[in-house]
């Protein structure tokens, strides 16, 4: 009998499942409501998660997906101030 290999990505597409849920759900509402620095913060915890939980299981591409959605996060928080041109990007990024 063999014994079935074990699946690697198992708790990452359900942590992965959350993150993303938050980050849609985070910049939906910052285009709603405009800049909030709760919400930046927020959604730079859920990247920055997303780029750990990515990393960890080797899946590095989506990592540096969430490195940069960090980046544009930080520079959203230094400016005080989003576009829809910002959100439309971080939104692609997600998908």
Do not use: W
Request: charged share 35%.
């Amino acid at each position: 009998m063999t014994k079935s290999r074990s699946d690697p990505y198992k708790y990452f597409r359900i942590e992965a499942a959350e993150l993303i849920d938050k980050l849609t759900r985070g910049l939906l509402h910052l285009e709603k409501k405009g800049f909030k620095p709760e919400t930046i913060d927020a959604l730079n915890r859920a990247a920055h998660s997303m780029k750990g939980a990515a990393r960890l299981v080797e899946l590095f591409a989506i990592g540096d997906v969430a490195h940069v959605m960090e980046g544009k996060l930080a520079e959203i928080r230094k400016a005080k101030k989003t576009s829809k041109g910002d959100i439309d990007k971080l939104l692609r990024q997600v998908d």
